[in-house]
């Protein structure tokens, strides 16, 4: 009767054995999935921020267009 409890117990331990392993292969699985994404994130980040970057010089020049149209047409009148 003991034999056979110490084996059911060595056998309950390897198993347990096997999922802390396949546990901590899932860790570094999913750590490595992280810095996979937070790098990707940054990419898309830096990409999201050259576009805003771009978007603010096309409508800054749009302003600047619109303020010397303005400037020209109040001019015009004023000679007229």
């Known amino acids: 009767m003991t034999d056979s409890?110490?084996?059911n117990i060595e056998e309950k331990v390897g198993n347990l054995l096997s999922e802390v392993q396949a546990l901590r292969n899932?860790?570094?699985q999913v750590k490595q999935e992280n810095i996979f994404l937070r790098s990707e994130q940054d990419?898309?980040?830096?990409k999201l921020q050259a576009l805003i970057?771009?978007?603010?010089?096309?409508n800054?020049?749009?302003n600047n267009d619109?303020?010397?149209m303005e400037s020209s047409c109040q001019t015009e009148d004023a000679v007229s």
């Open 43 to 46: 990419n898309h980040a830096a």
């Open 60 to 62: 800054g020049g749009e």
């Open 53 to 58: 970057s771009l978007l603010d010089v096309l």
């Open 5 to 7: 409890l110490l084996q």
């Open 26 to 28: 899932e860790i570094v």
């Open 66 to 68: 619109s303020i010397a």
